[in-house]
């Protein structure tokens, strides 16, 4: 992207899978964002073999996480959780599409994270909604 892309200089975590989380943040990548994709290494998102499959990710992998840098990161375990902090200590923006909750297992509680940092934007998707009956539903 170019220094005049709409959202250069704009910093976003990503730990979203599927289409929901990929999408919007593949948009605000395509606008010039900085978009950091985190997957855990053990499972990573899905839709990397879903479809025909070249150099290990699939066109709908490719194309939700055109213009992004990605790592793997477990946040199950301490030092995992501690980068994952840390990154959305230096982000603008967060975007998650876990179920409800589960963001904090894994060192990124909504409230946390904007105590640490103040500006943050923290997205929360659901394909459910925050509560109801099925609220935690994947």
Do not use: W
């Not at 948009?27 to 978009?35: K, N, Q, S």
């Not at 990710?57 to 790592?71: E, V």
């Not at 995992?80 to 589960?102: C, E, F, H, S, T």
Request: glycine content about 12%; aromatic content about 6%; hydrophobic content about 35%.
């Amino acid at each position: 992207m170019t220094s005049s892309a709409p959202l250069n200089g704009l910093r976003v975590l990503d730990v979203s899978s599927v289409l929901s989380g990929p999408l919007t943040t593949m948009l605000l990548a395509d606008l010039g964002a900085e978009v950091i994709k985190v997957e855990p290494p053990t499972s990573p998102d899905f839709t990397r073999g879903t479809g025909a499959v070249r150099n290990e990710m699939t066109a709908y992998f490719y194309n939700t996480n055109r213009g992004k840098r990605a790592i793997a990161v477990d946040g199950r375990h301490y030092l995992g959780r501690k980068i994952l902090q840390q990154l959305a200590d230096q982000a603008d923006v967060v975007v998650q599409n876990m179920r409800p909750g589960k963001a904090a297992g894994i060192g990124l509680d909504p409230d946390e994270c904007m105590e640490r940092n103040a500006s943050l934007v923290y997205a929360s998707i659901s394909g459910y909604g925050g509560d109801g009956p099925m609220a935690g539903e994947p």
